[in-house]
């Protein structure tokens, strides 16, 4: 398809797993972000890239949660021994400028993580 | 990025007009306004967004108040499709400036 797909869709983990959720963002666009939406909420910061690197990881919550974009295309977002506050819509948007001033983000239908 | 205050909920009767206000009144001049919506287990959508003059494109119009401290985005016809969280979004058009920052929105729900 040509929007930003997200896998999977819904994910249920016990407490203390690893999960790893998939982005695959619009063809040839340089910019990707990761979103984490809490029920109730507007999607908050996690992580962006520019094509391969990681320019901005201010909004990852914790040292247990590692996004990654190694030929600057597919992203990973990995969450390591995952806790109940976990729970969350996992969002990945893209966009074709590196800048990305002026244009808009494209997003994915999001992963829903519940963390039982 | 400045702040922003928009209403919790609104109702607006299918093919009416839907006016949805914002607030951004430390906004700064260099800072755009621009609106997302989510629908219900959807992904954001970008709508419209501008700097000082009004805009206009298919899905909605963007009415922005000449001392930039409020906007409007207008829904000419509002189906029940557009029953969605509507985020106004204030944004630095300086170049390391990329995030979008959500706050929570104005659930608009159309009615039949």
């Known amino acids: 398809g040509a929007g930003v797909s997200q896998s999977p869709r819904y994910k249920v983990a016990k407490r203390g797993q690893d999960v790893a959720l998939r982005c695959d963002p619009i063809?040839?666009?340089?910019?990707l972000f990761w979103y984490q939406q809490a029920l109730g909420q507007g999607p908050e910061f996690l992580t962006y890239f520019q094509n391969e690197a990681q320019l901005d990881k201010s909004g990852l919550p914790s040292d247990r949660f590692f996004a990654e974009r190694p030929e600057g295309s597919v992203s990973t977002l990995k969450i390591q021994r995952t806790q109940q506050e976990d729970s969350a819509v996992y969002l990945c948007?893209?966009?074709?400028?590196?800048?990305?001033?002026?244009?808009?983000?494209?997003f994915g239908e999001g992963s829903r993580l519940t963390v039982l | 990025d400045a702040k922003t205050t928009q209403p919790t909920s609104m109702d607006c009767a299918e093919g009416r007009a839907a006016n949805l206000p914002c607030n951004h009144s430390?906004?700064?001049?260099?800072?755009?306004v621009y609106w997302y919506r989510q629908i219900h287990s959807q992904g954001p959508q970008y709508i419209i967004h501008g700097l000082k003059n009004n805009e206009t494109n298919e899905m909605a119009s963007l009415i922005i108040t000449e001392d930039r401290k409020s906007s409007t985005l207008i829904l000419p016809h509002a189906t029940l499709r557009d029953t969605a969280v509507y985020y106004c979004?204030?944004?630095?058009?300086?170049?390391?400036?990329?995030?979008?920052?959500f706050g929570k929105g104005t659930l608009l729900t159309v009615n039949p």
């Open positions: 948007a893209s966009s074709p400028s590196g800048r990305a001033i002026n244009r808009e983000l494209f």
């Open positions: 979004i204030v944004r630095s058009g300086g170049g390391s400036n990329y995030k979008l920052t």
């Open positions: 063809s040839g666009h340089v910019s």
């Open positions: 430390t906004i700064s001049g260099n800072e755009y």
